[in-house]
């Protein structure tokens, strides 16, 4: 167990609607990462963000959002979903936002867009 | 950009041989490397990184990796694979300097260990 938790582990939903996604880091990392696996494109770097604060964006969609609350926990809002979207989405953690630093991650929210 | 390229997709290997998984990078920065695996239904799990100092690199479950420069490689190996080491690995690299303060890890498509009775 990482002491990364992500919530629901599983989401069925249909193209064009909207679904939040949560994570909590682990306690005491101020860092949070979202990834998304998928069987064409593999793992891939959405955003980052440190404590509170945007730090980086990847691959991320423009309908696809994310927001990171005072309490640490972070959540990803994906909208107007596509088939293509559906995937497997990991919420990462650290301890900071330093070189080098581990980062853990939670066991995934599966999503697929029907 | 950094982009990382994992050779074989998926490596079946008899119970108790040695096994290598191999990683190659590319980068025009210097970066850390890292090897993750994923079990089934599962998270990514952080087996070893490479930072700095020795270049090769022990890990958890009796895994390790060396780190050659001039190959660009970071080969993960096992001299005796169990059962229980069947599961996805991956490879993966990170800036080892970001003006920006960000870490993000750019993976490889995974390889596919299965260890075979």
């Known amino acids: 167990d990482s002491g990364v938790t992500q919530t629901p582990k599983h989401l069925i939903t249909a193209t064009g609607q909207r679904v939040t996604l949560r994570c909590s880091p682990r306690s005491g990392d101020l860092s949070v990462y979202w990834y998304q696996q998928s069987l064409d494109q593999g793992l891939q770097f959405l955003i980052q963000?440190?404590?509170?604060?945007?730090?980086a964006k990847g691959n991320i969609l423009e309908r696809f959002s994310a927001q990171q609350f005072p309490d640490l926990h972070s959540e990803l809002n994906l909208s107007s979903l596509e088939l293509g979207d559906s995937a497997l989405y990991f919420c990462?953690?650290?301890?900071?936002?330093?070189?080098?630093?581990?980062?853990?991650f939670g066991p995934g929210t599966r999503l697929l867009v029907l | 950009a950094q982009s990382v390229t994992q050779l074989d997709s998926q490596v079946p290997v008899f119970e108790e041989a040695p096994v290598e998984l191999r990683c190659n990078y590319s980068?025009?920065?210097?970066?850390?490397l890292f090897w993750y695996v994923q079990y089934p239904n599962q998270g990514l799990q952080l087996l070893l990184k490479?930072?700095?100092?020795?270049?090769l690199v022990k890990g958890i479950n009796g895994f390790e990796a060396e780190f050659n420069k001039s190959q660009t490689s970071f080969h993960l190996r096992k001299p005796s694979v169990h059962i229980s080491d069947t599961a996805e690995y991956f490879c993966?690299?990170?800036?080892?300097?970001?003006?920006?303060?960000?870490?993000?890890?750019?993976f490889g498509k995974g390889t596919k260990l299965s260890v075979i009775p």
């Open positions: 993966a690299v990170s800036l080892s300097y970001s003006g920006a303060g960000s870490y993000q890890l750019t």
């Open positions: 990462a953690s650290s301890v900071g936002a330093r070189e080098g630093e581990t980062q853990y």
């Open positions: 963000y440190y404590n509170g604060e945007e730090r």
């Open positions: 490479y930072l700095s100092g020795s270049t």
């Open positions: 980068s025009s920065v210097s970066v850390y």
